[in-house]
């Protein structure tokens, strides 16, 4: 059997199965097992398929029919031109938390505290970016850490990401200049009626088994304590709580709330600024 031939057979099993995409899927699946780049998938089309490496198709692509993420499969997902390692432990990184990371690079800092850091996307990302700052990601998942702590290894980062096993602000010290989340914002009610892909990621980081808003009362509480003068809280949010997370935040005394848009539209972060602490300076 060719390498087409089998992609075809693979790609019409994911169709039968209902899913979405299934060629670009079966596509990605076919060059991991090959080792080949999914731009040159191309150029060994009408190869013959070692029989392993047949065998090793089918095996993800029946993963893939039972809704195993893509990334899972793979080991990785790349996010913001960077390679993280992922598995059931943390959270899968997405597009559109690429707002969250644009935010935090308008502006320079030299320490970010990273609360529920998960693969640690968002704070490695950020260091990568900022290559003078330090950061701190914490989790209340060891598992989750451990994932952060060898993607920190394999982009040679771990000399300036530290993590540590925290619920939330619980054993947190000192003032951070940036203070970045990720948090758990899916309602309980709204669990039925996610896709089935992520029954294959943590429940954790998905639900507070709540409304929705628990991680943000918390966030919002000890947010002032931990930001350095000026320094600036920065939260991916559900597309329906803008509102409800800002009035958190200016309730704590907040200032220059602002809730931001992703590229669809839908509210996405929100960010907060601790006080000044001279306002009379502010011009200056």
Known sequence: MTVQAALIEGTKRLAEAGIEGGARDARLLM?????????????????????????AFEAA??????????????????????????SGDVLDPRPETEILIAEALS????????????????????LAEQVLAKGLGT????????????????????TRAGFQQADWWDGIEGRFELIVSNPPYIALDEMPSLAPELAHEPRMALTDEADGLSAYRAIAKGARTHLAPRGRLIVEIGPTQGAAVSDLFLAEGLKGVRV???????????RAQAPNPHPRNAAK
């Open 31 to 55: 060059a991991h097992v090959l080792g080949v780049a999914p731009s040159r998938l191309t150029l060994v089309m009408p190869d013959a398929i070692p029989e392993g490496d047949r065998a």
């Open 61 to 86: 692509i029946g993963r893939r029919v039972r809704r195993e993420p893509v990334s899972h499969i793979l080991g990785y997902r790349e996010f913001y031109g960077w390679r993280f390692k992922v």
């Open 260 to 270: 931001i848009a992703d590229l669809d539209g839908r509210d996405r972060v929100v």
């Open 107 to 126: 502006r320079p800092f030299s320490s970010v505290l990273d609360l529920g850091t998960g693969s640690g996307a968002i704070l490695l990302t950020l």
């Open 139 to 158: 989790d209340l998942s060891e598992a989750a850490l451990n994932v952060a702590r060898a993607n920190a290894e394999g982009l040679e980062l771990a």
